[in-house]
């Protein structure tokens, strides 16, 4: 009879790896002018596992959706050019099925313009980690399976 292997003990880049490995990864576009907060955003949304592709702009991102399927798409109220409103509203037409969530500033609880441009949810800037898995989970784009750390 051979012995259990010990249990293997990983490290925290291991660990990220399963657990993007291990979930649905779903295509999130995200946009907003800010590099910074685009970048937070990224950052954030691929550690959950999932594939993200970012966009300074409305028109840019409306480049982006012909090109790259998304199961998602976060767009800030604030953009140079086409505005967060009317790219929310130009995305429910074109892609109905595609959820769109409408970021707003800190500070801002609801924007009243939100649900009537097809936008499912608002966001508040910056990001927290919490929020961004409640919507996920709420959209139905959760991981399908956890990882539970090593001890």
């Known amino acids: ?8 003990r990983i490290t925290l880049v291991e660990a990220a790896r399963r657990v993007a490995q291990t979930k649905r990864a779903c295509g999130i576009l995200v946009v907003e002018s800010d590099p910074d ?5 990224a950052r954030m949304l691929t550690l959950e ?3 993200v592709v970012g966009s ?3 028109e840019g991102a409306l480049a982006l959706l012909s090109q790259w399927q998304v199961d998602l798409v976060l767009v800030s109220e604030r953009l140079p050019g086409m505005d967060g409103i009317e790219l929310a509203q130009e995305i429910a ?7 769109v969530v409408l ?5 801002a609880k609801e924007h009243p313009a ?10 508040t800037k910056p990001f927290r980690l919490e929020a961004v898995r409640e919507l996920l989970r709420s959209l139905d784009l959760q ?9």
């Open 93 to 99: 037409e074109l892609m109905p099925e595609v959820p």
């Open 114 to 123: 939100a649900s009537l441009v097809g936008a499912v949810a608002c966001l």
């Open 143 to 151: 991981p399908s399976v956890a990882v539970a750390p090593a001890e």
């Open 103 to 107: 970021v707003v500033e800190a500070g």
């Open 1 to 8: 009879m051979s012995k259990p292997a010990p249990q293997e």
């Open 56 to 58: 300074g702009s409305g």
């Open 49 to 51: 596992g999932h594939r």
């Open 37 to 41: 907060q685009q970048a937070r955003a």
